[in-house]
């Protein structure tokens, strides 16, 4: 089954970390994605640009509106995302508890649905 790893962080306290800090963070990141990769568990993933580009859109009464920023007023925000297929869900949420950002904030583990919907 497919699940989408939602990774969640503070841009502002990796931006306070040392070279050092960051450098040894995202080496992680290096060793757990060329895992997924040799394992054939990785389907795909990407980082998302700074959450100040974020554009949020509300209808209200047939209304759209967009407004600047993240969708919500939180210190921690979507960063980024891996797309993993495993055989089981306890797989895909060691997956998440190995990458650094859930030591320091928030990995979210959901399940894909197929276009029938029926894993629901």
Avoid at 6 to 31: H, K, Q
Avoid at 37 to 50: C, P, Q
Wanted: glycine share 6%; charged share 30%; net charge negative.
């Amino acid at each position: 089954m497919k699940y989408m790893l939602l990774i969640y962080n503070n841009a502002a306290a990796i931006e306070a970390m040392t070279e050092e800090e960051r450098n040894a963070t995202f080496g992680e990141v290096d060793v757990i994605m060329k895992e997924l990769t040799d394992s054939g568990e990785l389907v795909g993933g990407e980082a998302l640009a700074d959450p100040s580009n974020t554009k949020t859109v509300r209808v209200r009464d047939g209304v759209p509106a967009a407004t600047d920023g993240p969708y919500a007023e939180s210190k921690e925000q979507l960063a980024g995302y891996l797309m993993v297929e495993t055989e089981t869900p306890e797989r895909a949420v060691e997956i998440a508890a190995r990458w650094p950002d859930a030591r320091y904030w928030a990995m979210e583990v959901r399940p894909v649905m197929n276009t029938a919907g029926l894993e629901m």
